[in-house]
Nanobody
Framework: QVQLVESGGGLVQAGGSLRLSCAAS????????MYWFRQAPGKEREFVAV???????NYAQSVKGRFTISRDNARNMVYLQMNSLKPEDTAVYYC?????WGQGTQVTVSS
């Protein structure tokens, strides 16, 4: 059983930055690939970023160069640093691994 709890969302102006955090339970956290997804109103949930057990990362083209995913296995945490935010980044952001999802954290970027 894995529980994921996101935090760090909020309202920010275009061009600003936010750092999302995801706290994960479970002693085997370090072996899991960890993902961030997002879902904007009226749209399907979409992939944002992933970091695997070897710290290899991959990003959606829309966020590449602006977002950075990282993890701290000692603290069972995964992060998403979001810079140069755009209004189209507005969405609920979810942490995900295996079959588990967090409850999401709202990110709103004003123009």
């Amino acid at each position: 059983q894995v529980q994921l709890v996101e935090s760090g969302g909020g309202l920010v102006q275009a061009g600003g930055s936010l750092r999302l955090s995801c706290a994960a339970s479970g002693r085997t956290f370090s072996i899991y690939a960890m993902y961030w997804f997002r879902q904007a109103p009226g749209k399907e949930r979409e992939f944002v970023a992933v970091i695997n057990r070897n710290d290899i990362t991959n990003y959606a083209q829309s966020v590449k160069g602006r977002f950075t995913i990282s993890r701290d296995n000692a603290r069972n945490m995964v992060y998403l640093q979001m810079n140069s935010l755009k209004p189209e980044d507005t969405a609920v952001y979810y942490c995900h691994t295996n079959d588990y999802w967090g409850q999401g954290t709202q990110v709103t970027v004003s123009s």
